[in-house]
């Protein structure tokens, strides 16, 4: 039952990590007239070719380089064996990550914030956050369902 348990997790976190990447993460409309949508993957492309370089490299890695080297850890730690995953660099490997992995959902939680208390305009939230916020749950959860056995 723990390996179908663990299955559906690994499975879930990956598919909703794509979907989180590339879904709208929040969406703003101005005067009722105007909107805009952004996934996470078209933020870091529009600072790209907007000359912040730095800042879009910076997001790409916090964002997704992070999360998705946590769900490839922990997928390879749930498939070790379990000497290997107490003594090895998977054990010291996941913990450094897992403190970057809900990082942008509280950093979309406080734009969302800001401005809908600015007045200026409205900030909703999208299916790319929600799925983000799930892929990184179902990771933590994984990861500490194979600690414990």
Known sequence: ????????LL??????????ITLPLMRFESFYLF???AS???VILSLWSGGDGLLALL????S???PLGKLLLVAAEQVAKEGAVREGVLHRLVPVLSKWSMMD????AIVIFATKTSGLAQAFTQPGLWFYAGSSLA????????RKT
């Not at 039952?1 to 559906?8: E, N, R, Y």
């Not at 990771?139 to 194979?146: E, I, K, T």
């Open 1 to 8: 039952m723990l390996v179908w348990l663990k299955a559906l």
């Open 40 to 42: 996470l993957v078209e």
């Open 59 to 62: 997001v790409g890695l916090v």
């Open 35 to 37: 909107s805009t949508d």
């Open 139 to 146: 990771v933590v959860a994984l990861s500490a369902l194979g």
């Open 105 to 108: 959902v509280l950093l979309v």
């Open 64 to 66: 997704i380089a992070f």
């Open 11 to 20: 499975v879930g976190a990956s598919f909703s990590f794509a979907l989180g």
